[in-house]
Nanobody
Framework: VQLVESGGGLVQAGGSLRLSCAAS????????MGWFRQAPGKERQFVAG????????FYADSVKGRFTTSRDNAKNTVYLQMNSLKPEDTAVYYC????????????????????WGQGTQVTVYS
C-alpha cells in the first residue's frame, strides 16, 4: 500500500486545515486507517483512527472535539479535518494503514500499522 498525504501548511491558531491521504496498491475498503503526528524531539503519537467501513472512529483526548477523520472509499482517500488549531498541534502528520478482516475495528497504536505515508508538516502559530 502506498500512502500520500497532502494539505499541511502554516496556519494561525484558531484556524483550520484539512489533510488528505490517498491510498493505492490495495483495495481501500480492506484497510483501516489512522492518523499520527510527531513533533520535534517527541515520540510519534496517535491522533485519530477510522475503521474499514468508516462507521467507527476514535480520537486522542488532545484532539477530541476539534479533529474529525472520515474516509471516501470510492476515492481511496482518508481525511483529517482539523479545527480550532493550537500551537501544540504543530507536528509532522502521518497517515497509516492496516489490513484487517474486521470492518469496525479502529487501530490506535503505532506498531499495529503496516504502512505509512511520508508525512506532511502542520505548523500553527500564535
Amino acid at each position: 500500500v502506498q500512502l500520500v498525504e497532502s494539505g499541511g501548511g502554516l496556519v494561525q491558531a484558531g484556524g483550520s486545515l484539512r489533510l488528505s491521504c490517498a491510498a493505492s496498491g490495495r483495495t481501500f475498503s480492506s484497510i483501516a486507517m489512522g492518523w499520527f503526528r510527531q513533533a520535534p524531539g517527541k515520540e510519534r503519537q496517535f491522533v485519530a483512527g477510522i475503521s474499514r467501513s468508516g462507521s467507527r472512529t476514535f480520537y486522542a483526548d488532545s484532539v477530541k472535539g476539534r479533529f474529525t477523520t472520515s474516509r471516501d472509499n470510492a476515492k481511496n482517500t482518508v481525511y483529517l479535518q482539523m479545527n480550532s488549531l493550537k500551537p501544540e498541534d504543530t507536528a509532522v502528520y502521518y497517515c497509516a494503514a492496516k489490513t484487517l478482516a474486521s470492518t469496525i475495528v479502529v487501530v490506535t497504536t503505532t506498531p499495529q500499522y503496516d504502512y505509512w505515508g511520508q508525512g506532511t508538516q502542520v505548523t500553527v502559530y500564535s
